[in-house]
């Protein structure tokens, strides 16, 4: 079992950036990669974006490409997320989660640990 803690979130103004992290525990050996995802108010869950711990690839929604970052410390077990210019449409609950494998890093069906969540507010 892997737990994910994810302090960070908050009240931000349009175009400020903000840092999200995720520190996992427990059974973290037999992970592959975190995933971000986000679920604003009366929309389903999607994918924001998702790190491979060995190599480091990245992937990205299109949403975000060019403004979030994804990025990880491997000796910390832990996972950020720079969010610059940040959009009103970005208000979100954010979690991170560890997938089940690597062939579908961007599928929401393919991730089985979850953090809690925490809130992002973008005001225009």
């Known amino acids: 079992q892997v737990q994910l803690v994810e302090p960070g979130g908050g009240l931000v103004q349009a175009r400020d950036s903000l840092r999200l992290s995720c520190a996992a525990s427990?059974?973290?050996?037999?992970?592959?990669?975190m995933g971000w995802f986000r679920q604003a108010p009366r929309k389903d869950r999607e994918f924001v974006a998702a790190?491979?711990?060995?190599?480091?690839?990245?992937y990205y929604a299109e949403s975000v490409k060019g403004r979030f970052t994804i990025s990880r410390d491997n000796g910390k077990n832990t996972v950020y997320l720079q969010m610059n210019s940040l959009k009103p449409e970005d208000t979100a609950v954010y979690y991170c989660?560890?997938?089940?494998?690597?062939?579908?890093?961007?599928?929401?069906?393919?991730?089985?640990?979850w953090g809690q969540g925490t809130q992002v507010t973008v005001s225009s």
């Open positions: 427990g059974r973290t050996f037999i992970n592959y990669a």
């Open positions: 989660a560890v997938p089940k494998n690597l062939l579908r890093v961007a599928d929401i069906n393919n991730y089985d640990s």
């Open positions: 790190i491979t711990w060995s190599r480091g690839s990245t």
